[in-house]
């Protein structure tokens, strides 16, 4: 077998990875426990959750366009935050 030959074959036999659909699901929040939370009541998810209908995951990623989030600080729930979680 040539050199190209193989070179051919290993890029055939390589792994690839495709996604078709998105489904978005939605949980609720309750009291959770944490200890690393320094001030109030911590959160969490519960096993409960809605599920939207799949979508395409191109028209996903359209309706994104703009909205991602990169910096930690954003995910960071602040006591008043927590609070009017837990509260509603």
């Not at 290993?10 to 426990?33: H, N, P, S, W």
Request: include cysteine; charge should be positive.
């Amino acid at each position: 077998m040539t050199v190209l030959a193989q070179e051919q074959l290993k890029q055939q036999q390589q792994a690839k990875v495709c996604f078709g659909e998105v489904t978005i699901r939605e949980y609720d929040m309750i009291l959770g426990i944490n200890p690393a939370v320094k001030l109030g009541a911590p959160v969490t998810i519960t096993w409960d959750y809605r599920e939207e209908s799949p979508v395409h995951i191109d028209d996903y990623e359209r309706s994104r366009m703009g909205k991602r989030h990169t910096n930690p600080r954003h995910f960071y729930l602040s006591y008043y935050r927590r609070k009017d979680i837990l509260e509603s």
